[in-house]
């Protein structure tokens, strides 16, 4: 089972940044993908970024040029770096990983708690 934890999240004015990061703990063989979804309420979990294994980046059309997504292997940890916040960003943000126990093992999901982006105008 693999545990995530975020932090980074908090109270920010448009136009300014914030840093997210998720690390991941527990018993795996190895992940497949991490990756930040946000939701707003009543609306769906929406995906903002993603990275996979072998280091590829897709962002949502609506954060490209202003987030940026990295990773640290040897930690397990991802990083959402968020410049130029808009108000339109507000939202609980969602670590997701996709990760196999065993070599042969399917894919599995885990998902944060979530960690709280607000964004003054």
């Known amino acids: 089972q693999v545990q995530l934890v975020e932090s980074g999240g908090g109270l920010v004015q448009a136009g300014g940044s914030l840093r997210l990061s998720c690390a991941a703990s527990g018993r795996f063989f190895s992940i497949d993908s991490m990756a930040w979804y946000r939701q707003d309420p009543g609306q769906q979990r929406a995906l903002v970024a993603t990275i996979t294994s072998s280091g590829s980046i897709t962002y949502a059309d609506s954060v490209k040029g202003r987030f940026t997504l990295s990773r640290d292997n040897a930690r397990n940890t991802v990083y959402l770096q968020m410049n130029s916040l808009k108000a339109d960003d507000t939202a609980l943000y969602y670590c997701?990983?996709?990760?196999?126990?065993?070599?042969?093992?399917?894919?599995?999901?885990?998902w944060g708690q979530g960690t709280q982006v607000t964004v003054s105008s």
């Open positions: 997701n990983a996709r990760w196999r126990s065993t070599s042969w093992s399917s894919v599995a999901g885990s």
